[in-house]
């Protein structure tokens, strides 16, 4: 074990919850389980890579084609996007989704909940090379707590003179029996922007459903989603705090193939349903304020 895992599992090693190894590439990750369930947190991007409630089938994706080093972005489980959405804005040669995802965090505390969940929370704040992608002063939070269900928190600080504007989610892939039978609920009646053509408005008649590549950002919702699988017989539940935007995405047949770390054919056996702030619902956070975005992600049979 390395002189890193061992100085972890020395000052934050749970018996019986978690402890610190050597995961998929080698890269450091927290291994959770309790009687509740397994999750796995990979520590470079503080990337919750798996959650599988006991009984249950894993409830998070992740591509067989992902890469695994440190500072590159994972495929599947809840990539953390911040403080961007998607492209950059104004300069296409900066990361799309931010630099969070990619960036070393620290463990700042483990702890066995009231209800025996799980607790980690690792922490991120601002260095030469994040301020040489975005000026400001930061300090981000992020909170796994793997119980029955898994909940999952970013905390952003401003801890500068100025406010600053991001953007963010709690990209979640989900794994699903077939993407193309699924549907998903609480966006009915809702208006999205569609990605796939063009950034049009739209509104959501009825339960989202899949049939071709899908990206898009729902607006001014709320609403928890739940990802009815009739194939699997199960619902996931998705619900979520400090966001008004959903983002739902498949790539489908041809942007698979595009993309070197998402195997041709795995696109049926996912769909990712995002707790965000995208478009209009970039959030800015003021001097000393802080914004919270939570997702609560647990299987309602
Ligand atoms: C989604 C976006 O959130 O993430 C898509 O809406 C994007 O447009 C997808 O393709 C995956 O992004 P990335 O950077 O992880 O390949």
Not at 34 to 46: F, I, M, R, S, Y
Not at 166 to 193: K, M, N, P, Q, T
Not at 212 to 231: H, K, Q, S
Request: charged share 20%.
């Amino acid at each position: 074990m390395t002189d890193q895992l061992q100085s972890l599992n020395r000052r934050f090693a749970l018996a019986g919850h978690l402890q610190f190894k050597a995961g998929p590439g080698g890269l450091a990750v927290a291994d959770i389980n309790n009687e509740h369930a397994a999750a796995t947190v990979v520590l470079p991007g503080a990337h919750v890579l798996s959650f599988q409630p006991r009984g249950q089938r894993p409830v998070l994706w992740a591509s067989a084609h992902s890469r695994f080093e440190s500072g590159q972005p994972i495929r599947g489980g809840i990539p953390l996007v911040w403080p961007w959405f998607g492209a950059h804005p104004t300069d296409p040669a900066k990361p799309a989704h931010g630099f969070a995802r990619t960036s070393l965090w620290a463990v700042s505390e483990t702890a066995v909940t009231s209800s025996g969940a799980t607790r980690l929370r690792l922490s991120l704040t601002d260095s030469d090379e994040t301020r040489s992608l975005w000026p400001h002063p930061f300090q981000l939070e992020f909170t796994v707590t793997v119980g029955v269900d898994l909940q999952v928190e970013l905390a952003m600080r401003n801890v500068g003179q100025s406010a600053f504007t991001c953007g963010a989610a709690l990209h979640s892939y989900f794994a699903v029996s077939d993407a193309g039978r699924i549907s998903i609920l609480g966006l009915e009646g809702g208006d999205y922007l569609d990605k796939v053509d063009g950034g049009r408005r739209k509104t959501q008649a009825g339960p989202v459903t899949i049939a071709a590549e899908t990206d898009r950002i729902y607006l001014d919702t709320t609403a928890a989603c739940v990802i009815d699988d009739p194939g699997w017989g199960r619902r996931i539940r998705v619900a979520k705090l400090g966001s008004r935007s959903t983002v739902v995405w498949n790539p489908w047949v041809d942007k698979s193939r595009r993309m070197a770390d998402f195997g041709d054919e795995e696109y049926p056996g996912m769909v990712c349903v995002e707790t965000a702030n995208a478009a209009d619902d970039v959030v800015t956070v003021a001097p000393a304020g802080e914004h919270r975005l939570q997702a609560v992600i647990g299987v309602v049979g």
